[in-house]
Nanobody, 127 residues
Framework: QVQLVESGGGLAQAGGSQRLSCVAA????????VGWFRQDPGKERELVAG????????VYVDSVKGRFTISRDNAKNAVYLQMTSLKPEDTAVYSC????????????????????WGQGTQVTVSS
């Protein structure tokens, strides 16, 4: 069982930066791919960024490429999402999720590929 807790959300100004953290309870967290998803009311949840278990493969949605960076520190059971050049359209609830299978070298890109979810943290970007 993997329990995930996100932190680091809040209010930011357009052009600013924020770092989200996803910390897990459970020693097996380091064996799973992890994704950051976001959802705005009225929109579908989308994968923003994902990282495989070893940290050597990442994926990003086109709208955040060059602005967001996902990373992990397996010694701390943590995955981070560094967000820069924030835009109002980045406003959403951001959730981290861990994959269903261990040692996944390919990052799952759909919700079905993830089996454990955090509660989410709100990010609001003002113009």
């Amino acid at each position: 069982q993997v329990q995930l807790v996100e932190s680091g959300g809040g209010l930011a100004q357009a052009g600013g930066s924020q770092r989200l953290s996803c910390v897990a309870a459970g020693r097996t967290f380091r064996l799973y791919a992890v994704g950051w998803f976001r959802q705005d009311p009225g929109k579908e949840r989308e994968l923003v960024a994902g990282i495989n278990w070893s940290g050597d493969s990442t994926v990003y949605v086109d709208s955040v490429k060059g602005r967001f960076t996902i990373s992990r520190d397996n010694a701390k059971n943590a995955v981070y999402l560094q967000m820069t050049s924030l835009k109002p359209e980045d406003t959403a609830v951001y959730s981290c999720a861990a994959g269903k299978k261990v040692y996944t070298s390919v990052v799952p890109t759909t919700r079905d590929g993830y089996g454990y979810w955090g509660q989410g943290t709100q990010v609001t970007v003002s113009s």
